[in-house]
């Protein structure tokens, strides 16, 4: 056995997505997770290790972030980051209970091994091993089994899952941020917890349909919610300070508004349309235009002054969307009755993907436009 | 950060979901400002939720859970989080003040009738901390009545704190065991040790955590507990924490001994043990003097237990009947350890024959016997220390019973069970012995009777042995015939 030495030369700078410091990328010094201690310690090999059993090693194996500013606590990043370009950083914001754990945990579920996912020629993979071990232990399993999410811990500050996408012969990194609501707002750690809105590379914005639509709120989201029954606030002072909090030139950022739950409206035109249609794997700059016209046209009846309707001027490119993570509201024994059947929550993604360069062609290069 | 005026009792909030629609503040107490009680919602927002953990193909959540903050201003919060409200976004309710009012009580305070899962539609109060005073008897109690099923789960805690290795621990328990009681328990043993009149031990915990590798876990965050209580591992993420995994696999080296020791010590007489633990301690103030001071006394008096390789009856002194076998007391001054090395009756009662054991089927002449009808480990283990042609049946009822003896809550149980495990590796290594020697015998058959067949098979007409004459020319073979 030695130690492991140098893969490669320390060629290209990397941004870490957790701290945001740049510097060169080094992979001299790999490290091996210990799941019992709950430490990373050199990793070590044999010194014939190569070829695919050296790939499938690296997959295990943490660089330990220099965080060359040293305001940030120890944290450990793949050693196949530097295979990659730099990530596209996901952002997803809304207000507190608005669904955003559920609809990124449906979307990557749909990413990792959906058939919408392989009509389109998307395929992903988990970056992070050890991450991915614990995302699905704590997200991906329960929803799977029809059980409620938790709503998300406050001051976590980092990644919640990290996946290669890969379409045709674009292959990129791909890393979801999901902090609890109320992070946005809380002026603890002078925001460290939501730094990564400053290495956004695409905003989710996530609305959900009973907070603007009080009147359609079923008989469960009043159970769970009994601010639902009061009269609608226009204000949404978590999205307004995520978006202060983004860096100069945060217009030309690739941004969708995601309407949750939107199940709810399925009996109410035009969304019972949207909420039941299939893109059939094609992607369509027109019809991504249509329905954000039909979800603006909804806001705008039901509250003039929505957020999402002040998203989709602020960005140069913005698409609005009718998505539902789990087909229906959540029992009292915070089970789906029905079981998860997500919908359209890809289509979301498919509109950042086309902004961000992921997904090319002329027909992408229309989309938010 | 002064919140209010320091002389004023402890105060209360409570956490729910707010009409925004976030987790946040939805009463306090009159003692406090509405900027204290946002203060403190900053404070708490990281702790305050109560997120299930994955075990087996479950997701579990405990009906409530405590948490006790110390930070570094001096002000401290015993947090009761709820597994009422909405999942995440559960209710809590809060008891803040300073932390040498809340510290004293922090551990006993599950059982106080005033802890609100739910908005109580009334105004809150101040506490007074002088009205828990019975609720401290009341848990002790409590405690100690449970004090056996935590016995190896805290047997390994104490022993891990006595290590010094770390300052904040994880532990490991399962989902049926009460973190609080196994927390209790550590600190009436390790408080008397580890706390001084100059120096406080701090013992703040949290008995519900789903992960370690959380930033609010780390024990560089402002207030994070010492003691932090998970029911399975994460998989991923570093933690800072040492890691106590409270199993029933003991630890045998001079820490858990010297563990063993102070938990039964604590055991036999509550009352008495922390002046026990400080009459030898006294004008040391450092912790980790403290307890160097009490592990040299304890080495002193127990030598078998710091050489746990080889079987303790080779380090038991020599002596003749009628000597007592006495160790020196842990806490030098003090009585002895346990009952093992009080001496054994220079003449056992004469007494009927005693039951056969379970899974034994034995009956042998009856030895002295301690409550519940069992006999002291010492008559037993010196049974099968001198007992040299013992068979295997014996053998096996005697280390039975010295297994009744180890999970009876006695004070015999500790020795008991350090020398079971002696007695049973020397019995291993016996039976390796055994085998090796039969196998040994097994090889020289096998060699013998090869060598045997190759002296008949190879050579059909054997070789005269050729003498050399002094000429140099060879005899030629007489034929085997002679007399020719």
Known sequence: MVAVTSAKPPARRVKCPVCLDEYAWDEREVLEYSVKDGKYNPARRPAGLRGAKLDDARRRWYVKCPNPSQDSANHYLPATLGDFADPLVVAL??????????????????????????????????????????FKRNFLDPFERGSRLPGTRGGSGT???????????????????????????????????????????????????????????????????????????ASNEWVQEAVSRLPAGRESLPAVVALTKSDRLRYMTPADRWIRERSGGLLSADRM???????????????????????????????????????????????????????????????LFAMAGLITGPEAERVGR | MTYYDQDASVEQILFGLTPKGGL????????????????????????????????????????????????????????????????????????????????AYAMFLSGWDRWYDRDPGHTLGSVSPYDWQHLVTTWTDH??????????????????????????????????????????????????VLSSQAQRFSWTFSTYERSDTDPEASPYADGSPRFWCLRSLPTSGQSGRRRVLVDPTV???????????????????????????????????????????????????????????????????????????????????????????????????????????????????????????????????EELGDGRNLDPDQRSDLIGELR???QTNDPYEHNARLMMLHFEKRVTR??????????????????????????????????APVSVPANGTPQSPTGGGGGQ
């Open chain 2, 404 to 406: 009744v003896l180890w």
């Open chain 2, 143 to 192: 405690v100690r009545i449970r004090a056996r099923d935590h016995r190896a789960a805290l047997n390994s805690l104490v022993r891990e704190v006595l290590l010094g290795e770390a300052e904040h621990y994880t532990v490991l328990t399962d989902t049926d065991s009460d973190p609080l009681v196994l927390l209790t328990l550590a600190r009436s043993v390790l408080d008397p």
């Open chain 2, 251 to 381: 630890e045998d080296d001079l820490h858990a001994g010297f563990a063993a020791e102070l938990i039964t010590q604590y055991l036999n007489d509550p009352s008495r043990y922390p002046q026990l633990v400080e009459d030898q301690l006294a004008g040391i103030t450092d912790a980790r003097t403290r307890i160097a001071k009490l592990l040299t006394n304890f080495e002193k008096g127990q030598p078998h237990i710091s050489r746990p390789a080889e079987p303790v009856v080779n380090h038991l002194p020599a002596r003749t009947p009628d000597q007592p076998r006495v160790a020196a007391p842990v806490l030098a001054g003090q009585r002895g350890p346990t009952e093992v090395y009080t001496p054994p009756p220079a003449v056992p009662p004469a007494a009927p024959r005693r039951p056969s054991y379970p899974g034994g089927g034995r009956v042998t002449e009856e030895k002295p016997r301690k409550r519940g009808g069992q006999r002291p480990a010492h008559v037993v283990f």
């Open chain 2, 430 to 463: 016996l039976e390796i012995v055994i085998l090796l020697v039969m196998a040994a015998a097994v090889l020289i058959t096998s060699l013998a009777v090869v060598t045997a067949q190759r002296e008949i098979t190879v050579p059909t007409q054997p070789t």
């Open chain 1, 159 to 233: 990644y919640l899952e990290w996946l290669v996408v890969q379409r045709g012969n674009v292959k990129r990194p791909l890393v979801f941020f999901d902090v609890a609501g109320e992070d946005f707002r809380d002026p603890a750690e002078n925001g460290r917890h939501t730094r990564f809105l400053v290495n956004a590379g695409a905003l989710l914005f996530v609305e959900d349909a009973p907070w603007i639509f009080r009147s359609l709120a079923e008989e469960q989201d009043l159970r769970v919610d009994e601010t639902l029954s009061l009269p609608a606030g």
């Open chain 1, 289 to 351: 235009l249509t329905e954000s016209r039909d979800v603006y046209g909804l806001l705008h009846s039901a509250n003039a002054n929505s957020i999402a309707m002040r998203l989709y001027s602020e960005f140069q490119r913005c698409t609005m969307h009718f998505v539902s993570a789990t087909g229906g509201a959540v029992a009292e024994d915070d089970t789906f009755p029905a079981g998860i059947r997500p919908a359209r929550v890809l289509v979301p993604l498919l509109a």
């Open chain 2, 24 to 103: 946040g503040v939805k009463k306090y107490s009159v003692g406090l400002t509405p900027d204290a009680a946002d203060k403190w919602d900053n404070r708490l927002s990281s702790y305050n939720r109560l997120s299930p953990t994955a075990i087996g193909q479950k997701q579990w959540v405990p009906d409530r859970a405590f948490s006790y903050f110390e930070f570094a201003d001096g002000w401290a919060a015993l947090l009761a989080r709820f597994n009422t409200g909405e999942s995440g976004r559960n209710n809590s309710h809060a008891l803040v003040g300073p932390s040498p009012a809340l510290g």
């Open chain 1, 93 to 134: 914001v809304g207000r507190p209970r608005s669904g955003k754990t559920h609809l990124v945990v449906a979307m990557i579920r749909e990413l990792l091994g959906g058939v919408s996912a392989g009509e389109h020629g998307l395929r992903a993979e988990a970056l992070d091993y050890y991450q991915h071990v614990t």
